[in-house]
């Protein structure tokens, strides 16, 4: 637990509270209704379709901030680097860009950037994008990337490909103990040997922070170790918290992953994962002084132009982060994260009763089961997903919050009586019958 953590910015408020500082925020942004301001190539949502006047909007400043419409093309952090007409709602952007990054990702205040993003896809692509162009302007490499590389391990999400798609530089995928989802540090060193022969000096570490299928956090210092026996190789390290950012920090408060290691510069984070905020909602954080090499120079009339990947997006979205985060406070949400990753616990003793083999990470609310103990039947029916929908190895079972006490006693009772119906697993994998009694 966390009450020994003091959290600076991260307060929890009253609904009224919360409410009230919206409206002041909006009230801050541009009223199109009655402002004389013609210049801006924005208006409020459709009239016909959303309906502006209707009480509904009266219990909801979420709702009236998506029908205000604000754009928070930008970086809100950087005053500088922002539109004026939407400044209210800007402001609790950057307010909750500081909460993450200082109250969740210990860093020291007013050193970090960010914005909030349309997920962990973009913000994974923004930071490669931003350590590309890095390389790119220090070393005077005149856009030739065949010096760059990303290094991930194969567990890692797949926008890493896509960014190496995007933007034109090598990917390099690190293999993982099967059972562990630990980096092969051999394997790793091989890689960066091929590397080297290939050019290769300059690289972007991907570190996962609980992956989505696992829920496996990379230990930075396995890869660091390996990287350090290559003395010329040059290294920014991402950390990719799409998933655990809004998690691990709160079941495992000492976890290293955060801006106190001087070698991490940015993170990514999802906020419609596990805060639950709607769908498109992520979160990036970045060390200041980085984000100027995403700066695109052409947009001339973007007041501060813009530095982002998507440009213009919706501040509805963080609005709904604000209101959740201060809803909560820092000891609900700890709360409520240990309470998932205590109801997932739970669940894993019981099949490791069974001897069935699988995969958790101790913290998490993930279990993956091999594919030897999952029957079709139980798979259609309770929605686990594979690794590989082609060749499937392992199932996952997520314990979110709609996953309560009733949904996993059916799904024990139907996963028990479908393994006793299998004699080749019994077989195979030596289940004992004496546990099946007592459960």
Known sequence: MTYNQTYKNWKRLSKDAIDAHILEALAQNINYYDSLKMGVPASHLDKQEFAPDSQILDGSTFLKTLINNPNHIGVHTDTD???????????LEAQVIKIISDDILKAQPDTIDGYVSSGGTEGN?????VYRNFYNETLHLNKDYNSIAVIC?????????????????????????????????DHLKEQLEKLQQQGVDKLILVCNMMTTMYGSVD????YMNVIKQFPSMKVKVHV????????LPFTHPDQ????????????????HKMLQAPYGTGIFAIRKGLLKYS?????????????????????????????????????DWAERMLALAQRTERLKNQLALWHVRLIHFQGSNIIAIHKDYVSSEIAIKYGLVPDNHHQPEWFKIVVMDHVKGDKIMQFLTDFKQSLLSHDKVQELEKINNNAFAKA
């Open 81 to 91: 680097l922002s539109e004026p007409y939407f400044s209210g709602t800007q402001k």
């Open 125 to 129: 692509i923004q930071a490669i994008w």
């Open 153 to 185: 391990s194969e567990d890692a999400h797949y926008s890493m490909d896509k960014a190496s798609n995007l933007l034109n530089i090598k990917l390099a995928k690190v293999a993982v103990n099967k059972d562990t989802r630990a980096i092969k540090t």
């Open 219 to 222: 230990a930075l210092d396995d």
């Open 240 to 247: 990719d918290g799409a998933y655990g950012g809004f998690f």
């Open 256 to 271: 290293p992953l955060t801006f106190q290691d001087n070698r991490i510069d940015s993170f990514t984070l999802d906020a």
């Open 295 to 331: 700066l695109t120079d052409s947009a001339q009339y973007v007041a501060g132009m813009d530095c982002t990947l998507v440009g213009s997006r919706s501040g509805a979205n963080a609005i709904s982060i604000y209101k959740i985060l201060m809803n909560y406070g820092p000891y």
